[in-house]
T-cell receptor, first 110, second 113 residues
């Protein structure tokens, strides 16, 4: 079993929809949680970073962490075609090594 | 642009060969991380350097090695290349410490023929 599980999708939504992306993890030592966006053949771009349970909002993006359930989510409001990309959840313990989910491929169509 | 640079962008080589990938971290960052991204394994941590010293190792093959130089740039050396080593190789950097976000470079695409 992988330490981090992420539904690979693909996920296809109409423009303006609310998108929900999720990851579960098994290692209770994970303390730092991130969401990256990766466009095709590009490097991952950090979207959200959090280290506590609860919600963190940044513009159209909300990251949610539930440590008791070992579950993290990323919500994208008012999705745009430019949001079409692969979304990767990542997490680390105090050692700083990132463990990534497999990535969810998102397509937002006009 | 994350501020992390990687060269070359693409590398095509043959099995059994050796290649060197280069990474320059963001200004002020002391820590460099190397990751491998393949279709079947996803993004996997290889190795971390902090201020010139190896800090952590992941599932890095013995044929792979890395180092960080006094100017903080890092090189990843891949030797005795196999077809399965074809992948995207990313480096990331931060100030050091797990509480600091890692910023990724554009990657080097390695193709082993």
């Amino acid at each position: 079993q992988k330490e981090v599980e992420q539904d690979p999708g693909p996920l296809s939504v109409p423009e303006g929809a609310i998108v929900s992306l999720n990851c579960t993890y098994s290692n209770s030592a994970f303390q730092y949680f991130m969401w990256y966006r990766q466009y095709s053949r590009k490097g991952p771009e950090l979207l959200m970073y959090t280290y506590s349970s609860g919600n963190k909002e940044d513009g159209r993006f909300t990251a949610q962490v539930d440590k008791s359930s070992k579950y993290i989510s990323l919500f994208i409001r008012d999705s745009q075609p430019s949001d079409s990309a692969t979304y990767l959840c990542a997490m680390s313990t105090t050692d700083g090594k990132l463990t990534f989910g497999q990535g969810t491929i998102l397509t937002v169509h006009p | 642009d994350s501020g992390v640079t990687q060269t070359p962008k693409h590398l095509i080589t043959a099995t059994g060969q050796r290649v060197t990938l280069r990474c320059s971290p963001r200004s002020g960052d002391l820590s460099v991380y190397w990751y491998q991204q393949s279709l079947d394994q996803g993004l996997q941590f290889l190795i971390q350097y902090y201020n010139g010293e190896e800090r952590a190792k992941g599932n890095i093959l013995e044929r792979f090695s890395a180092q960080q130089f006094p100017d903080l740039h890092s090189e990843l050396n891949l030797s005795s290349l196999e077809l399965g080593d074809s992948a995207l190789y990313f480096c990331a950097s931060n100030r050091g410490g797990p509480y600091n976000e890692q910023f990724f470079g554009p990657g080097t695409r390695l193709t082993v023929l």
